[in-house]
């Protein structure tokens, strides 16, 4: 520009996510998985102390797992290296609650459904299909997606008729993009659910309880 040559980046910050240049979130979810194991490590030596495990858990929920799920929308991981390195903060937390209350759990799943914790990986899909909800349903004004939402018009009436119609990506950045995610996994677990007619909490809770369930 103006015989000015521009610098190459591999990485980009924009709105607290960092865009990298494989549109992978690699750089990004790095970055969060070590704030987060700050935090929580900084949680469990103050609240030594403390008695009330609720407390515990609340300061948990404010300083750590919403850090864990900010924009997850943008950047949910598509790799399982990714869940898997995410999953282990909130396991890191349940062995802790575990230990204060004397218990013993053979998965980390018992020990969260014990402690009400839904794994950071369900709590992500909930978040995906309740923003969908908000789009289709006129709740958050965001045309650009609300564009690329196409829905599926059979040929003929079939109670098995998917809802969306998939778009069809050769890329995995393509194929983890929030519309191609999305529809893939509504069409694939919540299907029988009217996404259209059904108020915004009780979707919400109905896809909860699906996920919770599965």
Request: hydrophobic share 40%; charged share 20%.
């Amino acid at each position: 520009i103006r015989d000015s040559i521009l610098s190459r980046s591999a990485e980009v910050r924009n709105l607290g996510v960092i865009l990298d240049s494989k549109m992978i979130f690699k750089a990004h979810i790095d970055k969060v998985i070590e704030n987060a194991f700050r935090q929580l490590n900084f949680i469990l030596r103050v609240s030594k102390p403390f008695r009330s495990l609720d407390t515990l858990k609340a300061l948990y929920y404010t300083y750590v797992r919403s850090f864990l799920e900010y924009a997850t929308v943008v950047w949910n991981p598509q790799y399982s290296v990714y869940i898997n390195r995410i999953e282990r903060i909130q396991n890191k937390f349940l062995k802790h609650l575990d230990f204060r209350n004397k218990l013993s759990f053979a998965e980390p799943s018992q020990s969260s459904q014990y402690h009400g914790l839904t794994s950071l990986q369900d709590r992500r899909t909930v978040t995906d299909m309740t923003y969908l909800c908000k789009i289709l349903n006129n709740l958050v004004d965001n045309i650009a997606l609300l564009h690329l939402i196409n829905i599926n018009i059979p040929s003929r009436q079939t109670r098995t008729a998917l809802t969306f119609k998939q778009p069809i990506r050769t890329t995995n950045y393509g194929q983890n993009s929030y519309i191609c995610r999305t529809c893939h996994t509504y069409n694939a677990r919540f299907n029988h659910l009217d996404i259209f007619n059904t108020p915004f909490l009780t979707f919400k809770q109905k896809i909860l309880d699906i996920v919770l369930d599965s």
